[in-house]
């Protein structure tokens, strides 16, 4: 049986996905769990910190966290099956509902300030990896000397979030169009960059 805790963070994402980060009340998320508008402050101090924890658990990939930064820095040995494999998890966080619900609500509220920063801050630590890793495929001569890496990074990220934005925001593409768009973009990209 889900903890009280939980059951907040569950009707929070659900009732910020149908109104919106800045349309919920924590008096709405109380009600919806079932408790007392003034119990919900025994578990989370606002709408703030429960927005948070759903980010950190549901946000998109941490590029600094522990088991990518040992993938980034293994790199060199295959690049492009590294590329692939960030792909991979790309594809794969578009299969969890709760993640789908959770991004499709921060990209329709970029501009709310909570949102933006988290966003804002995930988005920063990103590329800084990415472009960690393409400075190192660079210096190993994997990739071609003439490109500036943090623009290669933004480059190649950029095209995996319009892929998403087309699937999540504006559903343009099934499921199978925005795996397919993806793998494309890696290879595309790969032969581009790397160096022959």
Do not use: C
């Amino acid at each position: 049986m889900a903890s009280t805790r939980e059951k907040i963070l569950n009707e929070s994402l659900d009732l910020f996905a149908e109104n919106g980060y800045h349309g919920t009340s924590m008096r709405e998320i109380a009600k919806a769990v079932g408790i007392k508008g003034s119990s919900i402050y025994n578990h989370f101090s606002g709408k703030e910190e429960i927005f948070s924890e759903l980010f950190n658990y549901l946000a998109p990939l941490n590029l600094k966290s522990g088991k990518f930064r040992t993938k980034l820095q293994a790199a060199e040995v295959d690049p492009f099956e590294t590329l692939n494999y960030f792909g991979d998890i790309v594809i794969k966080e578009m299969q969890n509902q709760k993640k789908v619900k959770l991004l499709k609500m921060m990209l329709k509220e970029n501009n709310n300030p909570v949102v933006k920063k988290q966003l804002q801050g995930r988005m920063e630590n990103n590329i800084e990896r990415v472009t960690i890793f393409f400075t190192g495929l660079q210096q190993e001569g994997k990739i071609r000397s003439d490109l500036d890496p943090e623009f290669t990074a933004n480059e190649f990220v950029g095209d995996l979030i319009y892929y998403r934005m087309r699937y999540l925001l504006f559903e343009l593409d099934s499921f199978e169009e925005l795996k397919t768009a993806t793998k494309k973009h890696i290879s595309f990209f790969w032969e581009n960059i790397r160096d022959n």
